[in-house]
């Protein structure tokens, strides 16, 4: 985030901003793609990671879309909100769940969710190089931000519904426990 909003402040000029914030983001993305394959390998997946592992990811993410609120991308910050809003329904669902003994696990359609965020960032990443450059303007630069990031942010909300209506059996429980 601070690269991103300091970079002239740090001496790094635009032209070099987006290959600067593409190895942050590979650096980011491999550590926690290794993470998360070494604590299998190695039987090291627990309760805590379960519920910690993705509320780190989440939070990674969307300090990122709310830093591209800011030019030259200015992604509107309704749309990051989208983000903001699941994440923390489902981060909240898992914490009370797992404090009443029962921990709710990731599921694949929060995985592809994470790739589509992943893969929309780097998408803007990417043109922000032509960008810089001037090859294109910044209304395309936004506008495939908006685009890659509404793609993103549609598909996370059918992962938060999917989500709620897989693991509905335990929301029951959890309601039908706060009327007792």
Same mark, same amino acid.
């Given at each position: 985030?601070?690269?991103?909003?300091?970079?002239?402040?740090?001496?790094?000029?635009?032209?070099?901003?987006?290959?600067?914030?593409?190895?942050?983001?590979?650096?980011?993305?491999?550590?926690?793609?290794? $993470?998360?394959?070494?604590?299998?390998?190695?039987?090291?997946?627990? $309760?805590? +990671?379960? %519920?910690?592992?993705?509320?780190?990811?989440?939070?990674?993410?969307?300090?990122? =879309?709310?830093?591209?609120?800011?030019?030259?991308?200015?992604?509107?910050?309704?749309?990051? =909100?989208? =983000?903001?809003?699941?994440?923390?329904?489902?981060?909240?669902?898992?914490?009370?769940?797992?404090?009443?003994? =029962?921990?709710?696990?990731?599921?694949?359609?929060?995985?592809?969710?994470?790739?589509?965020?992943?893969?929309?960032?780097? /998408?803007?990443?990417?043109?922000?190089?032509?960008?810089?450059? +001037?090859? /294109?303007?910044?209304?395309?630069?936004?506008?495939?931000?908006? /685009?890659?990031?509404?793609?993103?942010?549609?598909?996370?909300?059918?992962?938060?519904?999917?989500?709620?209506?897989?693991?509905? $059996?335990?929301? /029951?429980?959890? %309601?039908?426990?706060?009327?007792?």
């Amino acid at each position: 985030m601070f690269l991103y909003l300091e970079h002239e402040l740090l001496g790094i000029s635009l032209v070099w901003l987006p290959y600067v914030l593409l190895l942050l983001l590979g650096v980011s993305e491999l550590s926690d793609a290794f $993470d998360g394959y070494f604590a299998r390998k190695f039987h090291q997946v627990t $309760d805590f +990671g379960k %519920l910690l592992d993705p509320m780190a990811d989440s939070i990674y993410r969307i300090s990122v =879309f709310l830093t591209f609120t800011r030019p030259p991308v200015s992604l509107p910050l309704l749309l990051v =909100f989208v =983000f903001l809003y699941r994440d923390s329904v489902i981060s909240t669902l898992r914490t009370i769940c797992a404090l009443r003994g =029962f921990a709710l696990a990731a599921r694949s359609t929060g995985k592809i969710k994470a790739i589509l965020q992943a893969a929309a960032i780097l /998408i803007i990443l990417f043109t922000m190089i032509p960008y810089s450059l +001037g090859y /294109i303007s910044q209304n395309t630069l936004w506008l495939t931000a908006m /685009i890659t990031t509404a793609v993103a942010a549609a598909y996370a909300l059918f992962a938060g519904v999917e989500y709620i209506w897989a693991n509905r $059996d335990y929301v /029951i429980r959890l %309601l039908k426990r706060e009327k007792a």
